[in-house]
């Protein structure tokens, strides 16, 4: 134990994000990348929009899309974005150890979280497998960063970017900033009004220009995109299945109907409601993905012959984060409640909204970076007591 107090004691932030890097370039050598549907949908944006079309799907945001084409494009191959990917998930690692060392002022916490996200498995994953999260957890904990830091009109810009990746943000930015205005820095009804304000101004400035593809594409204004009425009703309907898609002729009579439909279920069957909903909870939590779906053009069979490693895999990571995140809360949440609040309110938002539609292993991704500091907490007081 004195050893590992030593060794973090020594080791040094740039140190621990280039062992980040030096993991995901070597797991991206070592283990052939999935192919996902939402990897080609992100890739058909990009090329959309580079020639001047309209994005093909109307639940996707552009973000990724954009991200992906313009690496792609510079590389010449489809390695360019999962080079950046893995770059801005190593990034990621350097912001958890700012944000962890800007809540509890303490070295030794901030680097055994960042060094449990440099090895983080699930991390890993995402940063070589053309997915969004790890662009996404990057603009969402630097925009929470910023907000520490009492840098609203920078973070705001983050956040935006961040809506343009996954449209769930622009309901959850607001809420946080008003929790931190109010809990962080006690602000008075006025300047709260003033940060909701800044908000309102450089968020409709940003995405003024997607409200004008929109336009174009719809002939009416539409806000963000058509996922909310998708995924409520892929989520609650007799079957609780997903669904085949928006209609790709008048997508907005179809997210009328999605909704109306998924309303009524929910109204008339509140029983049935509640059991879905509870299962999904359990499933936005469980320790190991419920489903491995075999997929189309699959470079490799293994994680579904031996889908049990990954199990295994998640199991132990994320299980152990859990539950030192779990002892964090009992133990010794009370103590920095009110400068968590913030982390504890988008934890709460994230699981309220994905168990109201749907459930995946990749909507939780957002919010493990913040077990990942509860748990580091813990894992330091363990650590002392150790020593001592």
Known sequence: MKLISFYLKKIKIIEICLIGFFIRSLTLILYNKLNFGDSQTHREIGQKIFNGDFVPTPIHMPGYGVWLHTFNYLIQNEYGVIFADIIISSLTIYIIYKLSNEIF???????????VFAFYPISIFFSINILSESLYVFLIF????????KNFILSIVILVLGIYVKSITYYIAP?????????????????ILQNLLKYLIISSFLLSP????????????VNLNFAF??????????????????????????????????????????YDFLEITLVKFLRFWSFYPYTIKDQKNLDQVDIIKDKNIYKIITFISYGSVFFLSLLFIFSYLRKFFYRLLPLLTIIFLYTFAYTLTIVSMRYRFPIEPILIIFASYSAKEILLKKIK
């Open 175 to 191: 809420i946080i900033i008003i929790i931190f205005s109010r809990y962080i820095y006690k602000y008075r009804f006025k300047k």
């Open 210 to 221: 997607w409200w004008i593809h929109n336009l174009k594409k719809y002939n009416k204004f």
């Open 229 to 270: 009425g998708y995924h409520l009703y892929a989520g609650n309907n007799p079957l609780n299945s997903i669904i085949q898609g928006l209609s790709k002729h008048d997508p907005t009579k179809t997210d009328k109907l999605f909704k109306k439909e998924a309303y009524n279920f929910i109204l008339n069957n509140p």
């Open 142 to 149: 630097l925009a929470i960063l910023l907000l520490y830091k």
């Open 105 to 115: 002022n303490d070295k030794i916490v901030s680097k055994i979280a960042s060094l």
